[in-house]
């Protein structure tokens, strides 16, 4: 008898308690492992476009543009514009780092694996929202080093900067794996960040601050999502922003366990991935 | 009930009064009802369309039932999802796997969705690597293999989780002899070693030599639910191919045999399965024929096969 004879039990194995949890984890830890190989395997189309665009960004509009700006709220507008230039690359690259990573293993079938595993479906959707997560930290500190070579920063908020940028990142990874789900092609991947991300991105705040919209501009920026996130990263970063940090991070929070749940639910579902 | 004798009543697989309609409105299962038992070698056979793959995508989480269940050693494909998936091994119809990612890490990283440590994938990955013949392509990315290989990997990938029940649909398909050969082997010596095998393929003669028990599957209908010796011994008629010498073009009347000339040297007999081959050798020496070479002109299996499906008013037969 080799080592595949397997005891002829009256009922398969469960896995319960302890073991269930320690083999969740080692799950997680897989797709997360996976997905950040996937970014390194493929770092210049992951890493090295957000940095020479962002490059881009400080010295058109931080230099060239911002050399003929006033100082905005007490900053240089090269300073001002930096947290919202970060948050923005945070955003893109995560939301874009799960929708292409889903839809490809749709697209490949090889999502099979997953759908064909023991893998509870909120361990899929951790996974790769980690995966998402770590590429927009990633390429938020890649941008917010090559800031520095532009203008000089002093962190005001720490651990508020840190928990807006892992919240943001989250409800774009939340949101892209949501669109993933419903893609049917690759275009449908392209759609939201050409008709929704981008608008929502440069209309929240990253540029100018939205008090110097007159109404119902002002008021209409505050449905914007993405305004409380750039606002929470600006306060984490220089001490200041539109709106109380407190505000925005009740609108983060609802964001990403609505968001959650969504996901979850479609997950659950099949939608989009079971016939 | 003796403990052994109550482990052995718990069939690997127990598949009852499935449905399947998808949105478009196609009944793809109707009703199926099937038990495999812990140990079977176990051939899923049917027509292209017939319901094969919707069942095997239910047992394997990929397609949503309708209604029914199937319990796998006992656990419910409702109640207990995660259970079942454990115990599960599938080898799918089409190549499924990340076509940048390499031989070993698509097994290893497969044992992780499984909970199985890396420690632990990394040796099981290079020991079904090895004994499926592609560790020499293990570190290379798999759009860099051959149709072969890729369908080898497939079996390894469905061993990491060393499964009970080991579901293999069409492995073999484009796979030329000397490696199908191999995957026979290989696939027989896990079912000996305990793993209950269940088989869909074109390849009816395959079916034949390695499964003990078959379902008939078409029209999302199980046909025909028994054991392969048992369905064979249900043809009653067989059918030969006949390599002569001297035959002037003037077939032979023989009782019993209903002869039919295929060229000057080659002649077809169908006769009943009861019928005495010798009287037949005997008439054809006594014509001045001789008889230098035969062989069955159809594999029985697939004359049954497509006996059945025909009569359930399916003209497409595998």
Same mark, same amino acid.
């Given at each position: 008898m080799n080592d595949l004879a397997r005891p002829r039990l009256t009922d398969a194995p469960t896995y319960a308690g302890p073991a269930r949890t320690r083999a969740n984890l080692v799950a997680l830890g897989t797709i997360t492992r996976r997905e950040v190989h996937r970014m390194l395997r493929i770092w210049t189309q992951t890493l090295v476009p957000p940095a020479i665009t962002m490059t881009l960004y400080f010295v058109i509009f931080g230099k060239v543009i911002g050399s003929r700006v006033g100082p905005m709220h007490g900053f240089s507008y090269m300073q001002y514009i930096v947290p919202g230039l970060v948050m923005m690359s945070v955003i893109n690259n995560a939301y874009g780092n799960i929708t292409s990573s889903f839809f490809g293993s749709k697209f490949g079938r090889y999502v099979e694996e997953l759908l064909a595993s023991p893998m509870p479906s909120w361990v899929v959707l951790t996974g790769y929202v980690s995966g998402a997560v770590l590429r927009g930290l990633l390429v938020g500190a890649i941008v917010l080093g090559i800031a520095l070579f532009f203008t000089s920063l002093h962190i005001a908020h720490p651990l508020v900067a840190i928990t807006t940028v892992i919240l943001g990142a989250t409800i774009f990874s939340l949101a892209g794996f949501i669109n993933a789900m419903f893609a049917k092609r690759f275009d449908d991947i392209a759609i939201v960040p050409t008709f929704v991300l981008a608008p929502l991105t440069y209309l929240g705040g990253v540029f100018y601050?939205?008090?110097?919209? =007159?109404s119902p501009w002002r008021e209409a920026s505050l449905a914007n999502p993405i305004l409380y996130m750039v606002n929470a990263f600006r306060f984490g970063i220089? =001490?200041? =922003?539109?709106?109380p940090v407190w505000v925005a991070y009740v609108v983060m929070l609802a964001f990403v366990v609505a968001l959650a749940a969504v996901a979850l639910w479609l997950l659950r579902k099949g939608v989009g991935l079971r016939s | 009930m003796p403990a052994a004798d109550a482990s052995r009543a718990v069939p690997a697989l127990e598949v009852v009064d499935l449905r399947k309609t998808y949105a #478009?409105?196609?009944?793809?299962?109707? #009703?199926v009802s099937l038990k495999v038992a812990q140990g079977d070698f176990f051939a899923l056979l049917g027509p292209n369309g017939a319901g094969k793959s919707t069942l095997i995508g239910i047992l394997s989480s990929l397609v949503n039932p309708t209604s029914g269940d199937a319990r796998v050693f006992g656990l419910s494909i409702h109640a207990d999802r995660g259970g079942v998936m454990r115990q599960i091994g599938l080898v799918p119809q089409e190549i499924n796997f990340?076509?940048?990612?390499t031989p070993f890490e698509i097994c290893v990283n497969v044992a992780g969705f499984y909970g199985i440590p890396r420690t632990i994938a990394r040796p099981r990955a290079e020991k079904y690597l090895k004994e499926l013949r592609i560790w020499d392509k293990a570190?290379?990315?798999?759009?860099?293999?051959s149709g072969g290989m890729k369908r080898r990997l497939m079996i390894a990938r469905a061993m990491m989780n060393e499964p009970r029940l080991l579901i293999l649909d069409?492995?073999?398909?484009?796979?030329d002899i000397e490696i199908r050969r191999s995957m026979w082997h290989f696939i027989t010596g896990i079912n000996r070693a305990g793993t209950t095998v269940i088989l869909t393929t074109h390849y009816l003669e395959e079916a034949e030599q390695l499964c003990r028990n078959i379902a008939i599957i078409d029209h999302g209908e199980i046909v025909e639910d028994t054991s392969m010796r048992r369905l064979l011994s249900k043809l009653d008629v067989q059918s030969f191919v006949l390599d002569v010498?001297?035959? $002037?073009g003037t077939l032979p009347q023989i009782d019993g045999v209903k002869l039919v000339r295929l060229d000057d040297q080659t002649l077809e007999a169908e006769m009943? #399965?009861?019928? $005495?081959l010798n009287a037949l050798f005997a008439a054809l020496t006594a014509h001045g024929i001789t008889v230098t070479s035969m062989r069955n002109k159809t594999n029985r299996l697939e004359e049954l096969f497509v006996r059945l499906v025909e009569r359930n008013g399916n003209g497409a037969a595998a």
């Amino acid at each position: 008898m080799n080592d595949l004879a397997r005891p002829r039990l009256t009922d398969a194995p469960t896995y319960a308690g302890p073991a269930r949890t320690r083999a969740n984890l080692v799950a997680l830890g897989t797709i997360t492992r996976r997905e950040v190989h996937r970014m390194l395997r493929i770092w210049t189309q992951t890493l090295v476009p957000p940095a020479i665009t962002m490059t881009l960004y400080f010295v058109i509009f931080g230099k060239v543009i911002g050399s003929r700006v006033g100082p905005m709220h007490g900053f240089s507008y090269m300073q001002y514009i930096v947290p919202g230039l970060v948050m923005m690359s945070v955003i893109n690259n995560a939301y874009g780092n799960i929708t292409s990573s889903f839809f490809g293993s749709k697209f490949g079938r090889y999502v099979e694996e997953l759908l064909a595993s023991p893998m509870p479906s909120w361990v899929v959707l951790t996974g790769y929202v980690s995966g998402a997560v770590l590429r927009g930290l990633l390429v938020g500190a890649i941008v917010l080093g090559i800031a520095l070579f532009f203008t000089s920063l002093h962190i005001a908020h720490p651990l508020v900067a840190i928990t807006t940028v892992i919240l943001g990142a989250t409800i774009f990874s939340l949101a892209g794996f949501i669109n993933a789900m419903f893609a049917k092609r690759f275009d449908d991947i392209a759609i939201v960040p050409t008709f929704v991300l981008a608008p929502l991105t440069y209309l929240g705040g990253v540029f100018y601050s939205v008090n110097m919209l =007159g109404s119902p501009w002002r008021e209409a920026s505050l449905a914007n999502p993405i305004l409380y996130m750039v606002n929470a990263f600006r306060f984490g970063i220089l =001490g200041i =922003g539109d709106v109380p940090v407190w505000v925005a991070y009740v609108v983060m929070l609802a964001f990403v366990v609505a968001l959650a749940a969504v996901a979850l639910w479609l997950l659950r579902k099949g939608v989009g991935l079971r016939s | 009930m003796p403990a052994a004798d109550a482990s052995r009543a718990v069939p690997a697989l127990e598949v009852v009064d499935l449905r399947k309609t998808y949105a #478009s409105g196609v009944q793809a299962l109707k #009703s199926v009802s099937l038990k495999v038992a812990q140990g079977d070698f176990f051939a899923l056979l049917g027509p292209n369309g017939a319901g094969k793959s919707t069942l095997i995508g239910i047992l394997s989480s990929l397609v949503n039932p309708t209604s029914g269940d199937a319990r796998v050693f006992g656990l419910s494909i409702h109640a207990d999802r995660g259970g079942v998936m454990r115990q599960i091994g599938l080898v799918p119809q089409e190549i499924n796997f990340n076509q940048f990612e390499t031989p070993f890490e698509i097994c290893v990283n497969v044992a992780g969705f499984y909970g199985i440590p890396r420690t632990i994938a990394r040796p099981r990955a290079e020991k079904y690597l090895k004994e499926l013949r592609i560790w020499d392509k293990a570190f290379q990315p798999t759009r860099m293999m051959s149709g072969g290989m890729k369908r080898r990997l497939m079996i390894a990938r469905a061993m990491m989780n060393e499964p009970r029940l080991l579901i293999l649909d069409e492995p073999t398909a484009g796979v030329d002899i000397e490696i199908r050969r191999s995957m026979w082997h290989f696939i027989t010596g896990i079912n000996r070693a305990g793993t209950t095998v269940i088989l869909t393929t074109h390849y009816l003669e395959e079916a034949e030599q390695l499964c003990r028990n078959i379902a008939i599957i078409d029209h999302g209908e199980i046909v025909e639910d028994t054991s392969m010796r048992r369905l064979l011994s249900k043809l009653d008629v067989q059918s030969f191919v006949l390599d002569v010498m001297g035959f $002037d073009g003037t077939l032979p009347q023989i009782d019993g045999v209903k002869l039919v000339r295929l060229d000057d040297q080659t002649l077809e007999a169908e006769m009943p #399965s009861t019928h $005495d081959l010798n009287a037949l050798f005997a008439a054809l020496t006594a014509h001045g024929i001789t008889v230098t070479s035969m062989r069955n002109k159809t594999n029985r299996l697939e004359e049954l096969f497509v006996r059945l499906v025909e009569r359930n008013g399916n003209g497409a037969a595998a």
